[in-house]
């Protein structure tokens, strides 16, 4: 960018008076008023180009730093987390496994741990919501959520009801709704009406809930290995250039990062956490809570923002401020905290944590929190980067 083109666009932006330039032949009292102008006009040029400049200064910086910023958080952060949630969909199989072999309470409860534990990884991970997780409706495919008008429900009960054979074959069961094969309804295989069969002995049900843990299973480990890859969408995200088909430059590339926060924030404040708690307690809809039945709400809600944190402290985004805005990063750091006091006040099955007026409050603490948060990311901390954030992913929903 020249600077002629630079001082016409600030003309523009900070209009200062004066029109076309007069020939300078006598003094005038409006040459003199002109020549007073002058001064002011070289201020707010000066201004003006300073801004520009800091501007520049900072994307250009953010450019440069990209890479690392990218490549720690994939190292950090999206590896593991993806790894993580492959073990415990691994452990999810073998406590079905274990369920239908030797139907009991025990075995019943230890499949419900493993479930909680496959929520809490997908929780984390859930954030990255761009990459192969959207390939292959994998996504959906592992939670289908919202489900406003019941279809996921009306098709595992229809499923239970009929004993719908092909149900109870993970391959087969891929290829079905989105609906049928994931988290939402192995839950209620689990803890819907008719799980306490399963004790006692339930072959069906049992066979459809370790063929939707083998689904999992098999979809997480697609993502461990499609982000190991070397020459798959890890590496075309960390390395942005003119003739990368996906990110031409830096800046491009950290904004995929910084939408993640923006994204994350917005689903659990609109989405998940407007789903069902009202303005008033009795606008409160507990039945419209993601993992209800399983008494997981809270859980799932807190998982989502400590994955934020992670993320943000692996990737170490933060360090790319400004040195005079440096202090977003720990504002955002505080509010993660705050949030997570506020999820652990707030446990229990989602209907008696409404029912609780302090456990309740907390909840809405929580709330205020992950919007405080939404401002850090989506306004200041973008702005202070130079970035400029595209459409949120949940627009429309």
């Not at 809930?209 to 098999?218: K, M, T």
């Not at 917005?266 to 507990?286: I, N």
Request: glycine share 10%; net charge negative.
């Amino acid at each position: 960018m020249g600077y002629d083109p630079l001082i016409r666009s600030l003309r523009a932006l900070f209009p200062v008076g004066g029109g076309k330039a007069e020939t300078p032949a006598t003094s005038s009292p409006r040459r003199e008023g002109r020549a007073e102008r002058r001064p002011r006009e070289r201020a707010v040029l000066c201004a003006g180009m300073a801004i520009a400049v800091c501007f520049l200064g900072t994307t250009t910086a953010l450019a440069t730093k990209a890479q690392d910023i990218v490549g720690n958080a994939i190292d950090g952060f999206i590896r593991p987390g993806y790894h993580a949630f492959h073990e415990a969909t691994g452990g999810l199989s073998e406590a079905g496994k274990a369920l239908c072999a030797t139907p009991s309470q025990v075995t019943l409860d230890a499949a419900r741990d493993a479930f909680g534990a496959t929520v809490d990884a997908w929780s984390r991970i859930e954030i990255i919501r761009f990459g192969p997780v959207t390939e292959e409706n994998r996504l959906e495919r592992v939670l289908f959520w919202p489900d406003r008008k019941g279809t996921g429900l009306k098709q595992v009960q229809a499923a239970l009801a009929e004993k719908d054979p092909t149900a109870t074959d993970a391959t087969q069961l891929a290829k079905k709704s989105v609906a049928m094969q994931g988290l939402g309804a192995l839950e209620f295989v689990l803890f819907g009406t008719g799980a306490e069969a399963l004790a006692a002995g339930d072959a069906y049900r049992c066979s459809y809930g370790l063929a939707i843990a083998g689904n999992l299973d098999a979809i997480a480990a697609e993502l461990q290995t499609a982000w190991a890859a070397p020459d798959g969408f890890a590496e075309t995200w960390a390395n942005p250039s003119a003739d990368n088909p996906l990110f031409r430059d830096g800046t491009e590339a950290v904004t995929e990062l910084m939408e993640v926060f923006i994204t994350g924030t917005e689903l659990v404040r609109d989405v998940r956490l407007g789903g069902f708690l009202g303005a008033e307690a009795k606008d409160d809809k507990p039945k419209q809570a993601l993992f209800w039945r399983s008494g997981r709400t809270v859980d799932a809600l807190a998982g989502n923002l400590a994955g934020m944190k992670a993320l943000l402290e692996a990737s170490k985004l933060a360090d790319a401020l400004p040195a005079d805005q440096s202090w977003m990063g720990g504002e955002a750091l505080f509010e993660f905290s705050n949030a997570a006091n506020a999820a652990a006040g707030a446990q229990g099955a989602i209907a008696d944590v409404l029912a609780d007026p302090e456990k309740r409050a907390k909840l809405a603490y929580f709330g205020l929190v992950t919007s405080s948060l939404s401002d850090i990311f989506g306004t200041q901390m973008s702005g202070a980067l130079g970035l400029t954030a595209g459409f949120s992913s949940l627009d429309g929903d």
